[in-house]
């Protein structure tokens, strides 16, 4: 696709979704920034898994090599010290009395948005792309299109900006993530993604399944090893970025 003359900073965790996102606004923007937060998350793991990720992504594509830019790193753990939650405490992943998954984060992407915000705001980056998904929803509230369609109004007032956040994946199954990163960079993108990215809640690399390495049965593994085998049982289509 032809670029639009535009900027972005993605929401870079090394997870999955975020590498579909990175490649994603590789493929549209003239510069692309990607940020990562350190929250006090139990696993280092994904955060190494970015600079890896990173890495292979550039050297897949010498016009995403050119185009992506200076990574950034926020130190979030005053709010993670405030969050509670399976994944900044020792803490089991279980349903909690309120309805929702024991690793949401209250607020989480809200803080995170804000802090990218600024950062873009810096830097002269206009698109803000996260991967939140509302299909294969993990029940999480902060992950819906509503729940950005207020945050990027909030922050346009509230920063006198024209900031679009961007949710690439937010109508998508898990199965047509796969795809769309097929459709974006082929099987090189696939393999990244499959060997590279990190997922597993529980910080595991562990053993390397078909669908990439990960403890195999907590709630993201789970997810993430169904919407690869829908997608490997669909005969490997491609969604054209
Ligand atoms: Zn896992």
Request: negative net charge; proline residues 3%; glycine residues 12%.
């Amino acid at each position: 696709m032809a670029p639009m003359g535009t900027s972005a900073l993605v929401l870079f965790s090394g997870g999955q979704d975020s590498t579909v996102c990175l490649a994603w606004a590789l493929d549209r923007y003239d510069r692309v920034e990607t940020v990562g937060f350190d929250y006090g998350q139990r696993h280092a793991v994904e955060l190494t898994a970015r600079q890896v990720v990173r890495g292979r992504i550039a050297e897949a594509s010498p016009a995403w090599a050119a185009r992506l830019g200076e990574d950034h790193m926020l130190d979030l753990r005053g709010f993670g010290q405030v969050a509670d939650s399976a994944l900044t405490a020792e803490r089991a992943i279980e349903m909690t009395d309120k309805g929702l998954p024991s690793t949401f984060v209250p607020g989480r992407n809200l803080a995170f948005f804000v802090h990218a915000a600024a950062l873009a705001d810096r830097r002269g980056l206009r698109r803000l792309v996260g991967g939140m998904c509302e299909t294969d929803f993990s029940g999480y509230p902060d992950c819906r299109r509503d729940t950005l369609d207020a945050m990027q109004q909030a922050l346009n007032l509230g920063m006198a900006q024209d900031f679009v956040i961007d949710t690439p994946l937010m109508r998508l199954t898990k199965a047509e993530t796969w795809a769309l990163a097929k459709g974006l960079g082929g099987a090189a993108l696939v393999e990244i993604i499959r060997a590279d990215s990190h997922t597993c809640y529980l910080g595991e690399r562990g053993e390397m399944h078909a669908w990439g390495h990960g403890c195999g049965t907590c709630p993201a593994c789970e997810l993430r090893a169904k919407g690869w085998d829908e997608w490997v049982a669909g005969g490997r289509p491609q969604i054209a970025a």
